[in-house]
């Protein structure tokens, strides 16, 4: 294989080969490379079976140095035996999703997820025949009762989104499983670093990495992490459809998860000080934090996520559109955004994104009031943090 210049060649092949030499690096970088190639050079139709055989690398879309590596740590931080690296959350989910279900097959989905997983459901598989029931997932009789000879699939976020509910998962887990179906769980909010759903009997668990595992709004990624047998079966069609996470997404995410940990414990704790504080204000009409003693899913919360809730909590302001953007323009450490899991606190409304495709009385049905705002809780200061929630408050709602 030519990797360098040669004087006796022409000017046009040596610029195609100078220096490709440093790609064979030996040097044993600290930090790993960014693999952007989508193809990986072998010697001889040999070495390509080997290849093969040892699922090294070949094409880009099949496995990358960058993403391989993302598996190996998305293996360890969801103690599963296999994972994909996936283009996005949704990339995840809807190749978890289609895999594992066909036409005349029954899923039974929690009913407040992430708005565009309800519409996996509803756009794209009710296409193909698959027919859909969303229950309250807290409702461990519901569950029970709703499910089908064709469920194949039980589906559910560890901590839905925007509610904050706390659904059981072993006790869903034994539920699938007692009817031949598998359980899928979203696990974004909370992340392995905090709960393992695999270790509560989910089948699969799907993040997406864009929110609190990468954490520095950045990057557009996610995974699928399972059984062996199962993440196979995903793969197959992760590389018919092109779900992959690419190579620089993949680097990105890998280095935010690095102080996963870190961030997310201490974006726990704030969180629990913010819902604590909130909870005492009196111009918030409800918080949505588990970590709350009447939060209705506490006790379970505590002894499935131990001492850490996660980020997330969600306030219900008084339905006043006015004085909910007087309170939101008052916010100096807290941003709008349309998304989660960052080192710095925002807020997002969901009746006007993830639920936006909804009606209003379709989302009180769910428990979506208009003055619902869900808020990411970040690594800031508490008191600081505190404070600017308080002062913005005060500034509208005051007298
Ligand atoms: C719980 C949950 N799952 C999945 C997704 C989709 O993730 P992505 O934007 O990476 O596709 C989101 C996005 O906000 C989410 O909140």
Redesign the pocket.
Known sequence: MFDSFDEKLDFETNILNAGAYFRQSASHPEALPIHMSTAHNVEDLDGLQKRYDERGFCYNRNRNPNRSALIELMNYVEGGEDSLGCS??????ASALITNSKAGDHILSDQT??G??IEIFTDILAKYGVETTFIDFTDIAAVKANIKPNTSVLYT?TVS?PLISVPNLQAIADIAHGNGAILIV?N??MTGALVKPLQLGADLV??????FANGHSDA???AVTGKADLIKKIYHTQILVGTQADPFSAWLTMRGMRTLELRIKKQSENAAALAAALDQSPYVAKVYHPSLKDHPQHELAAKQFGQYFGGMLSIELPEDREKMNKFMRGLKLCHYAM??GGYRTTMSYPVMS?HSDMTREERLAIGISDGLLRISVGIEGTNDLIKDFTDALEAAYGK
């Open positions: 996005s959350g949704m990339a995840a989910i997820l992430y565009e997983t976020e989104n979203d974004t909010f799907v993040n997406s990495l864009t929110k557009v990624c996610g998304t989660l993830s």
